[in-house]
């Protein structure tokens, strides 16, 4: 059992480096995160120009969280693994682990959006342990304490963005819906 799991991490692995996206997957996480609340703009009645404003800072906010995540985890390798690194290089050989963030623009489903958006945020850190492990032969066991810090910097920040501006909208909107139907 233990090893057809790391038999398929390890084939993940070589997908995952085949990929090599690089840091231009960044932004692209960054427009699907805040793709993924333009329905709750939109039911705040707001313009096309005040949507697309908020969209476009939204996505480079989400796109420098995931960027601070990513130094987080280059610090991380150099203080538990000794390897020095270039967070640009380490940046560019980590991007392909968040392709699953384009996903992301699913978490505007009302009712599960923090459960999809806590598991699409863990399937990114998975690749980032599984890229560790492929790259740097850092070891799952170890990887986890390299990744963790990121991730939690990673779930904070999102959090902190999207949970005043969501609850607010759809508190908004549920008021309307039910003003509508008395």
Do not use: K
Not at 10 to 30: F, K, N, P, R, T
Not at 69 to 91: D, N, R
């Amino acid at each position: 059992m233990v090893d057809q799991l790391i038999t398929g991490l390890d084939s993940m692995a070589q997908l995952l480096l085949a990929m090599d996206s690089g840091v231009g997957l960044l932004i692209g996480v960054g427009i699907s995160m805040s793709a993924s609340h333009g329905f709750a703009l939109l039911a705040n009645r707001l313009t096309p120009p005040q949507i697309l404003m908020h969209m476009v800072v939204d996505a480079l906010v989400l796109s420098l969280a995931f960027l601070l995540c990513i130094l987080c985890h280059s610090v991380m390798l150099m203080v538990f693994e000794g390897i020095p690194l270039q967070p640009i290089t380490f940046a560019n050989r980590m991007g392909a682990a968040l392709w699953p963030g384009l996903l992301y623009v699913l978490v505007a489903a009302p009712y599960v959006s923090d459960v999809l958006a806590v598991g699409l945020l863990a399937w990114i850190h998975l690749n980032v342990l599984v890229l560790l492990q492929a790259v740097y032969g850092v070891p799952f066991q170890t990887g986890l304490l390299v990744v963790l810090p990121g991730y939690v910097v990673a779930l904070v920040l999102v959090g902190l963005l999207f949970a005043q501006r969501w609850r607010r909208s759809y508190d908004t909107l549920a008021r309307e819906v039910t003003a509508l139907l008395q």
